[in-house]
């Protein structure tokens, strides 16, 4: 996947520094699907290496809410692949654009002592609810739509702090809540099958991205991962 990233980004052309608020930062000039798409995609490779050293550090309340990341990152993928796809490009399309590039400006308007207002995100529901509807081979919008809802509140909670998982972090025989490693018991262990699944989402990413890219090449080379990772993974990479 790495490496997949570094390809794409010579196919996109590298970020220019400019100046933003009297600041020098880094962003690329066009502000299309594809730069969305990538963008999305560096996240889900460091997000994918964060969740690794949390489950071998033990920490799975923090490794199920880095899940949480991950489920945006990859959804947002799947989103953008498809919406690009559209001829004229759809409204949900150009709003998700707007307000993914918009600049952060909620310090700024504190400073000013005007009200901070949010960036205009298209909402959660609403990326899912599309995506159910428009991928291929979707025959139960409502069946998919609805599974993909239940996975984002249900990780949502490890988010928030659900007082039903913080109760998990209790360790009977020493009589006090750990805080810093988890045993490796059952918990690990389902932490650990459940992350079999994100790198296997990950990959299938990549070669979605491939495809909106145009790029055979990757294209063929991240589907055989796809595979490989299949045969080697075995029902550890179901969903």
């Not at 659900?162 to 490796?184: D, K, L, V, W, Y």
Request: proline content about 3%; overall charge neutral.
């Amino acid at each position: 996947m790495e490496e997949s990233l570094d390809h794409l980004l010579q196919k996109l052309g590298l970020p220019e520094l400019i100046l933003i608020d009297r600041r020098s930062v880094y962003r690329f000039r066009n502000h299309g699907a594809l730069e969305a798409i990538f963008l999305k995609l560096v996240r889900v490779v460091s997000g994918l290496r964060a969740s690794t050293i949390l489950l071998e550090a033990g920490f799975l309340q923090e490794r199920a809410a880095m899940c949480r990341m991950l489920d945006e990152f990859q959804e947002d993928v799947f989103f953008l692949v498809l919406a690009a796809k559209e001829d004229p490009q759809p409204n949900i399309l150009s709003r998700y654009l707007k307000g993914f590039f918009h600049e952060e400006q909620a310090l700024s308007a504190f400073r000013a002592g005007e009200r901070v207002k949010g960036r205009d995100l298209v909402a959660r529901k609403d990326i899912i609810n599309y995506v159910a509807c428009k991928a291929p081979g979707s025959t139960d919008a409502f069946r998919a739509s609805n599974a993909s809802l239940a996975i984002s509140h249900a990780l949502s909670d490890f988010v928030h702090g659900a007082s039903h998982h913080i109760m998990e972090m209790f360790n009977p025989a020493m009589q006090r809540f750990t805080t810093n490693s988890h045993a490796r018991g059952p918990l690990f262990e389902d932490n650990q099958y459940d992350l079999w699944n994100y790198y296997y989402r990950g990959i299938i990413t990549f070669s979605l991205a491939a495809k909106a890219f145009g790029d055979a090449s990757l294209s063929e080379r991240t589907y055989n991962q796809v595979k490989e990772f299949e045969r080697r993974s075995g029902n550890r990479k179901d969903f």
